[in-house]
Each structure stands twice: as structure tokens, then as C-alpha cells.
């Protein structure tokens, strides 16, 4: 007899039910749509192409439309059941995908940057520094996941290192994302004015700092614990690839800083300080940076290669199931190819170029694939699984296997015995009533 119960089909799931198990983690899907108009923005072959730019908007429109609807969603969520915010941020695991919120709306500032303001000319300086407006109200957010979650995990939460994932790493990505953002800014803000152009790249430095020493400790941890019970079981294996959004994400920034400060170095008026008023400071900037960021590749390069090892080890082992851990595949695999143009563009050498955009094409492919699955696998409500197992008690779920359904008629008949007792205890005569109706 198999262990697996028999699924109960449900082919149009209630909107009350969906929006209470609407997770932060759907944000994945606005990172995975971003990612996609960001690379095709930045292709390595004629960018500027009118098909290219057509391409991004239509994704940008998508994802901002994505961004609007899950936004909306969610504050639906914590309104009509406000218990949830407080099981789901306590929770070890799910309370981390809080942090794919300011990475989504990163993706849609970089859109506005690139392809709007860059391509488009759309807004000019007004729109530009509206853009600016809503990165620092993200970098905000950011640093609140990223404090936030290191609080509440060193103090209101349980974990385990055997059952540690490289979700860990999670709450400290969005300052690296936000920060690879705010190079973007930079380099768009310097016609304008490099002082606030200085100010944004500055900035950029202690974001990326930050993000990238955590992401580097969380990662140390992560692979002593590969090291010491293997490769994540199932469908927990998806989540080895997060860490080369972590990595890749990191080398976007830092070559966005050395370029940016390349770009502003020396400042005018600052001939008395040695550090601003240097033109070489920022050429040595320049290199150091662009050197770090190979050295993230190279890392990223590592970890891809021993994640895709680790799930072709697993699917060959057993089946995995389609869920929606499947999108935080999409933004690893665009950040990585967005790195690798990036590199082509400073080395120019031809084999960044090719791997970027073969990369960037896998990267579309994919996002096509996890599309439709989704699409097909929305109606049957399986894709809206409760994040935590108490929110069961906050209102009644509907039943999605039948040994649930088991399971509350158990439940039902152990509450009326126990009535019944109690009754005879008192000497009730209405004692059998309980169990007749």
C-alpha cells in the first residue's frame, strides 16, 4: 500500500482560502519575471534592438502588474487574519521568504532605470528621482528584513542544524540586491548630480558589506552541514541553487561600485582630501572591484555546478513534485547570467559574451516552463498550501487529502467520547444525546 494518501481534486479553491495562504515566498514569482525583462534589457547581442526592448517592457508591465495584485493579496491576507503575521514571522522557515518582498520591488527599480529612463526616456529627471525616492523607501525595508530576521531568529525561533537550509541566507540578500539597485541609480543620477550620485554609491558600499559578510557566514554553516548529513531530501533540494543569487548578486554590485566610483572620483572642490580628491583612488577602486567580482563568479560558478549535481542526484533517486519553490530557481539563474555580461562588458572576451547570453536564453526557457506548471496547477489549489501547520486552527480549511478528512472525523468522535464521560461523571441523563445526534 503506498504511503502517499489519495488527492482530493478541488477545481475552483475558495478566494477566502487562497488569500489566507497566499505566502510572502509568491513573491519569488515577481523576482523570477523581473530578473527575466532585466536580462534581456542588458543582452549581450544589440540590447538596444527595438524586438529586446519590446520584450523587456512586456515582461516589466507583467511583473508590475504580478507586484500590484500579490501586494494587494497580502494585505488582504494580514487584514482578515491578523493571527497569521505572528505564527508566520515565529516560523523557522517560512518567516525567511518575508525578504523576497523588497527583492521583487528591486527588480521593478531596475526596470525603470534600464529600460524607461535609460531606453525609453520616459520622465526624465522627475521620474529618475522619483525612482530614487522609492530605492531608499527599499533599502528601508530591506535593512528591516535583514536586522528584523536576525532578531527574531536569534530569539523567538528554534532551529535545528540538521534540518538548516540555505534559506538562512535569505533575510541578508536583500541589502546586496537593493544595493546592486542603487549602482544602477548611481550611474543614471551622474548627469544630473554626482553629489547625490556619490551619495547613492557610497551607500551602496556599506549595503553590500553588509549583505555580503552575513551571506558568507550563513553559507559557511550551510555547507558544514552538507558536509555532515548530505544534500536536502525531495523537493528541499530546489532551495541548494539559492545561493548563487547570493553570490552573483554581490558580484553585480560590486562592479557597479567600482564602476560608479571610476565615474566620480576625483570630486571637485575636494583637492584637500586624499581620498576624494585623488583621480587614482578611483581607477584603483576600479580594478579591485572588477577583480572581486570575478572572484564571485568564479564562487557562483562552484556552487551551481554542486547544486545541479545535488538535483540530478535527487530526481534520479525519486520524483519531484512541482511546488512553488520552483520560481526561486529563475532569479539564481538570471543574477548569474546578468553577472557574466556584466564581466563580458569589462573583459570583453568572447566567452562571457556567448555563456551570457546562452544563460540568459535558459533562463527565459525556464521561466516558461515554471509558468505554465503554475498556470495548470493554480486551479486545483494545491500551489496555496498552509505555510505553517497552525494556521489550520484559524479558520476551517478545506481538505486536500482524504486522510485529512480521516483525521478531523477522529478528532470530531474523540471530543463527543470525551463529552459523554464528563456528563456521566456529573450523572446527566442527556449523556447519550451527544453521541445520537
Known amino acids: 500500500m503506498s504511503g502517499t494518501p489519495a488527492p482530493i481534486r478541488i477545481s475552483k479553491p475558495s478566494l477566502r482560502y487562497a488569500i ?68 508566520m514571522i515565529h516560523h523557522p522557515v517560512h518567516s525567511l521568504y ?21 531606453q525609453y526616456g520616459f520622465g526624465g529627471k522627475g521620474f529618475l528621482y522619483t525612482i530614487w525616492g522609492f530605492w531608499w523607501l527599499d533599502v528601508a525595508i530591506s535593512c528591516i528584513c535583514c536586522w528584523g530576521m536576525i ?31 542603487g549602482g544602477t541609480l548611481a550611474t543614471a543620477l551622474q548627469p544630473f548630480s554626482p553629489g547625490h550620485a556619490l551619495l547613492t554609491a557610497t551607500f551602496t558600499v556599506f549595503l553590500t558589506s ?20 548530505g544534500q536536502p531530501k525531495g523537493g528541499a533540494v530546489i532551495s541548494t541553487i539559492l545561493p548563487v543569487a547570493a553570490f ?30 585623488s583621480g587614482e583612488v578611483g581607477e584603483i577602486i576600479y580594478a579591485v572591484c572588477v577583480g572581486l567580482s570575478f572572484v564571485l563568479w568564479a564562487m557562483t560558478t562552484l556552487w551551481l555546478v554542486c547544486s545541479l549535481l545535488w538535483i540530478q542526484a535527487e530526481v534520479r533517486r525519486t520524483r519531484i513534485p512541482f511546488r512553488l519553490p520552483f520560481w526561486s530557481t529563475i532569479f539564481p ?16 572576451v568572447g566567452f562571457f559574451r556567448v555563456y551570457g547570453a546562452i544563460l540568459a536564453t535558459l533562463t527565459l526557457v525556464l521561466w516558461l516552463y515554471v509558468a505554465a506548471k503554475t498556470v495548470a496547477q493554480l486551479r486545483t489549489g494545491f500551489l496555496f498550501e498552509s505555510p505553517c501547520p497552525e494556521i ?10 482524504k486522510r485529512d478528512v480521516d483525521h478531523e472525523a477522529a478528532k470530531d468522535e474523540s471530543r463527543d467520547s470525551e463529552e459523554v464521560e464528563k456528563r456521566h461523571s456529573r450523572g446527566d441523563d442527556s449523556a447519550t444525546m451527544v453521541l445520537q445526534d
Open 98 to 118: 518575508v525578504a523576497t518582498f523588497p527583492m521583487g520591488a528591486a527588480t521593478l527599480i531596475n526596470a525603470c532605470v534600464n529600460l524607461l529612463h535609460a
Open 151 to 181: 532578531h527574531i531568529m536569534t530569539t523567538s525561533q528554534e532551529h535545528s542544524f540538521e534540518t538548516m537550509g540555505s534559506t538562512l541566507a535569505l533575510p541578508f540578500v536583500p541589502v546586496t540586491v537593493i544595493s546592486s539597485s
Open 248 to 277: 552573483s548578486q554581490a558580484g553585480v554590485s560590486i562592479l557597479s561600485i567600482g564602476q560608479n566610483f571610476q565615474a566620480l572620483l576625483p570630486v571637485a572642490g575636494k583637492s584637500g582630501s586624499p581620498f576624494l580628491g
Open 210 to 229: 553588509i549583505g555580503l559578510s552575513l551571506t558568507l557566514m550563513a553559507m559557511s554553516v550551510y555547507l558544514v552541514r552538507l558536509i555532515f548529513y
Open 20 to 87: 489566507r495562504n497566499f505566502t510572502p515566498a509568491w513573491f519569488s514569482v515577481v523576482m523570477g519575471t523581473g530578473i527575466v525583462s532585466n536580462l534581456f534589457t542588458n543582452f549581450p547581442y544589440d540590447r538596444s534592438a527595438v524586438p529586446f526592448k519590446t520584450f523587456s517592457a512586456i515582461f516589466f508591465f507583467l511583473n508590475l502588474t504580478i507586484f500590484i495584485l500579490f501586494t494587494i493579496t497580502s494585505i488582504a491576507r494580514y487584514l482578515l487574519f491578523p493571527n497569521i503575521w505572528s505564527i
Open 333 to 348: 539563474m538570471g543574477v548569474y547570467a546578468t553577472q557574466t555580461i556584466n564581466l563580458y562588458r569589462n573583459f570583453d
Open 392 to 401: 489550520v486552527d484559524i479558520i476551517q480549511p478545506r481538505f486536500f487529502w
